[in-house]
């Protein structure tokens, strides 16, 4: 006889489990219903689609009521999965890397998911290392956050500021095109023409193709870069140190600049402060754009003018995009590109002797 999702009988019985654990079973016999529509509805399965709000929601109680907790080893065993992926970062604690994590914890929480931490630090041993070890694991998939793939993965895998293509990895990218049209556009409205630029590290996965993408568009718009203004970062610092020994090898230079676009926040912070130990204001004598909106920009003094690009909606997508591939969608993208924002605050404003 099929069972029947809105059946009464026996909801107020009760079970004494055994050894104080609550079973699958036991909730079932609570409200009177069989265990596979209970399972059903705690694992928010596709048939529980068909069974009544109310139903679910008598579930769900009873299930608070018990105290009753799903049994993740038999759950694993039972459909031959781990329910884990693995997350390969170049840096846990900075700024970037961190809200690109907390975008993919918060999705895969939602969808019953785990997730193991490893950081390289451009180390390529220790990266290869930690891909095995995952592996070795049991996850399912991986994502990788400003770390460069250059063999095609054994298990499905998304590469946030991925973009060397190979087989088998979906790149979920900013739109480095759009975010050099956002801010030369606006800097060249302010009638900045002599502009600073700071190169990212080659380590980091967005460095070439943002710089590619800031020539390529200043030659559409007819800036020209002076390339006696354009300083290149070297260390992997996360702190605002890693711009400010590049901003005064900058001021060494003694070429006078209005405007200094920095490779990303922290750098920009970093080399407001050499401007200003160098008697510069920001913004009235140089104006400075940071790149990424990490969460201090807009509390620094002066408020950071920056493209953002959303680090947490990214870390969100990668971790969709990986579990659509895990739940068996065969069709993957292999470009994911996200559109930046133009934020602007005070460490911007026109090019002094301008109206």
Known sequence: MRDNPDATMGQNRKSSPKNGVVTLKA??????????????????????????????NRIH?????????PNFFARTLRNKRTYTIGVIAEE????????????????????????????????PELLSQYSHMLSERGVEGIITVDTTVHETPSLPTVAV?????????????????????????????????????????????????????????????????DYELVVQIES????????????????ARGKPFTALFAYND??????????QEQGLRVPQDVSV?????????????????TVRQPLNRMGEVAAQSLLERIEGKKEYPSEIAI????????STTKAPGTS
């Open 27 to 56: 909730v079932a016999q609570h409200v009177g219903l069989t265990p596979g529509t209970v399972s059903a509805v705690l694992n928010d399965a596709p048939s529980a689609r068909s069974i009544p709000q109310d139903t679910k």
């Open 61 to 69: 109680a009873a299930a608070k009521e018990l105290n009753y907790r």
């Open 92 to 123: 846990i604690g900075d700024s970037y890397g961190s809200a690109i994590i907390s975008g993919i914890e918060q999705h895969l929480r939602k969808h019953g998911y785990f997730f193991l931490t490893v950081a390289h630090r451009h180390d």
């Open 161 to 225: 500021a991925g973009h060397k293509k190979v087989k088998g990895v979906t790149n979920v990218i900013l739109d480095h095109h759009s975010a050099a049209v956002l801010a030369l556009t606006y800097l060249k409205e302010l009638s900045h023409e002599r502009i600073a630029f700071m190169k990212g590290n080659p380590v980091s996965s967005d460095s070439k193709d943002r710089w590619d993408a800031i020539c390529e568009v200043a030659t559409q718009i007819g800036m020209k870069i």
């Open 236 to 251: 992997e610092e996360a702190t605002p140190i890693l711009g400010y020994p590049v901003a005064k090898q900058l001021l």
């Open 266 to 275: 922290i750098s920009a912070i970093g080399a407001i402060r050499a401007l």
């Open 289 to 305: 754009m940071g790149f990424d909106d990490i969460p201090g920009a807009a509390f620094y003094t002066p408020s950071l003018t």
């Open 339 to 346: 559109e930046p924002e133009l934020v602007v605050r005070e």
